[in-house]
T-cell receptor, first 112, second 111 residues
Framework: KQEVTQIPAALSVPEGENLVLNCSFTDSAIYNLQWFRQDPGKGLTSLLLIQSSQREQTSGRLNASLDKSSGRSTLYIAASQPGDSATYLCAVRRDNFNKFYFGSGTKLNVKP | ETGVTQSPTHLIKTRGQQVTLRCSSQSGHNTVSWYQQALGQGPQFIFQYYREEENGRGNFPPRFSGLQFPNYSSELNVNALELDDSALYLC??????????FGQGTRLTVV
């Protein structure tokens, strides 16, 4: 069974810092991996999707990398801002349908 | 704005009652799935529908059931509600292996 772990569970940083969020998964036979952002009590906003054949994806200040063989992905956030404060979830998909295995998330607080 | 709409936003039910949650998928998406998210946890997969057929189910009892309609909108039904069913319920839609989009969720409280 696929298990997804995210470290750290919580992170508090001053504004402007570059930071890295980590995601690990136990079964490397994944189809793709998606990073999401979740604001308190809200739904999930898709940030980046990485297909299993890709090594990284970039969107603005966000960069996500994927190392399938080691079962790891990282989300890099450059020049963090208070508006980045949210919970970040990574999810892996085993096949081309919608079943995701989620981690418990990293709760990020960016202090002004 | 993802184009995935869920209703209602919040709901309070009594233990033992039945509830129906609704999801309107993004236009053209033929795959919809439902997730349960307890406080402080990641979402847990309930089941998914592809072209009106259930084609995958997580570790949830049969009192959790669903439907997908020809326009690809979907319902999640939960019978005999228990206190532990209190959670945020999320639906997600996609086209096969493309990026999945989630709705804003329905917060269900069982008292």
């Amino acid at each position: 069974k696929q298990e997804v772990t995210q470290i750290p569970a919580a992170l508090s940083v001053p504004e402007g810092e570059n930071l890295v969020l980590n995601c690990s998964f136990t079964d490397s036979a994944i189809y793709n991996l998606q990073w999401f952002r979740q604001d308190p009590g809200k739904g999930l906003t898709s940030l980046l999707l990485i297909q299993s054949s890709q090594r990284e994806q970039t969107s603005g200040r966000l960069n996500a990398s994927l190392d399938k063989s080691s079962g790891r992905s990282t989300l890099y956030i450059a020049a963090s801002q208070p508006g980045d404060s949210a919970t970040y979830l990574c999810a892996v998909r085993r096949d081309n349908f919608n079943k995701f295995y989620f981690g418990s998330g990293t709760k990020l607080n960016v202090k002004p | 704005e993802t184009g995935v709409t869920q209703s209602p936003t919040h709901l309070i039910k009594t233990r033992g009652q039945q509830v129906t949650l609704r999801c309107s998928s993004q236009s053209g998406h033929n795959t919809v799935s439902w997730y349960q998210q307890a406080l402080g946890q990641g979402p847990q997969f309930i089941f998914q529908y592809y072209r009106e057929e259930e084609n995958g189910r997580g570790n949830f009892p049969p009192r959790f059931s669903g439907l997908q309609f020809p326009n690809y909108s979907s319902e999640l039904n939960v019978n005999a509600l228990e206190l532990d069913d209190s959670a945020l319920y999320l639906c997600a839609s996609s086209l096969m292996d493309t990026e999945a989009f989630f709705g804003q969720g329905t917060r269900l409280t069982v008292v």
